[in-house]
């Protein structure tokens, strides 16, 4: 098989199931929606397998064509970089680049992100700020902030991420001497773990429903850190409530058991926050790109 003909196929496979649309693929780039169609159709028999599934309710994406499109991702975006990189050859990323963000994306998201970045701009020089709390990016010298939260009114650009889900977690051995809660309500029962923006009455919502419930709760112990929490829940101390991009890896590890699953915490929108009005450098631009791919690469994991 020559799979250098495959690459147009995958690009314009990547625009469809982003779009969810095959007519608004066509008119983001610029072609006929049977031209599409027809480009889609060659890809998959060409691979061998669907990768888009057609029905009333318009398109999805199926198991093979998720794995796929993490990877025509990160293709689409070395193109785009690739034309970034023409456009200002001259302006080389060099010196320091100083990032903050919470620790819940610390090691699986923003290292690997940090760690790629370096070898595509061997010249820039990291720094990086991990730390639960708002960091301004002019008072603290930083180019950028990874933000999770509720965005404020300020002069900053932000460029989308993802969203976190704070989940309720214990560790085995816990829910094994204290049982684990059969509902949110029966949390005050148990041994709280408090991060210092959690307070009583906590806010909670039942899975697939919008409404806001509440829930008194005595904390067991009080913690300013999410790096704090996790260890102490590690150490079978409580319960915690924390954003699921974190516990994931450890559920899976059997190190945490997640438990009232049928309730979750707030979801909190991901943002990378910069100052420029303008153009953005490139090397924020492709740390963005990078940011996002590791996130939605660990969304899927979970």
Request: net charge neutral.
């Amino acid at each position: 098989m020559n799979r250098i003909k495959l690459l147009p196929a995958l690009l314009v496979f990547s625009e469809v199931a982003n779009k969810g649309s095959f007519t608004e693929a066509a008119k983001e780039l610029g072609l006929s929606k049977s031209t599409v169609s027809q480009q889609i159709s060659r890809l998959e028999d060409d691979l061998g397998f669907q990768l888009l599934t057609r029905n009333t309710r318009g398109l999805s994406v199926t198991a093979v064509g998720k794995k796929l499109l993490r990877r025509c991702t990160l293709l689409q975006d070395q193109v785009d970089l690739a034309y970034q990189e023409l456009l200002s050859a001259e302006q080389e990323p060099s010196g320091p680049f100083a990032v903050t963000l919470p620790y819940s994306l610390e090691r699986d998201v923003v290292i690997p992100a940090m760690s790629q970045l370096c070898r595509e701009f061997p010249a820039l020089e990291p720094r990086l700020l991990v730390t639960d709390e708002k960091m301004d990016l002019v008072k603290n010298e930083l180019d950028v902030a990874i933000f999770a939260g509720q965005l404020q009114d300020s002069n900053y650009r932000a460029l989308p991420i993802g969203t976190v889900k704070d989940i309720f977690c214990c560790s085995p051995k816990y829910r094994q001497t204290f049982g684990a809660p059969e509902s949110v309500e029966d949390l005050h029962r148990h041994r709280w773990i408090e991060i210092a923006w959690q307070k009583s009455p906590l806010i909670y919502f039942k899975e697939g429903k919008a409404q806001k419930n509440q829930i008194e709760l005595r904390p067991f112990a009080k913690v300013n850190t999410q790096l704090s929490a996790i260890e102490m829940a590690l150490e079978d101390m409580g319960i915690i409530l924390f954003s699921d991009v974190v516990p994931r890896p450890l559920i899976q590890a059997g190190k945490l058991c997640q438990i009232a699953s049928d309730n979750h915490g707030p979801t909190w929108p991901i943002h990378l926050i910069h100052p420029f009005q303008g153009e953005k450098p490139i090397h924020i631009s492709r740390f963005h790109q990078l940011v996002s791919h590791y996130f939605s690469t660990q969304q899927v994991k979970g």
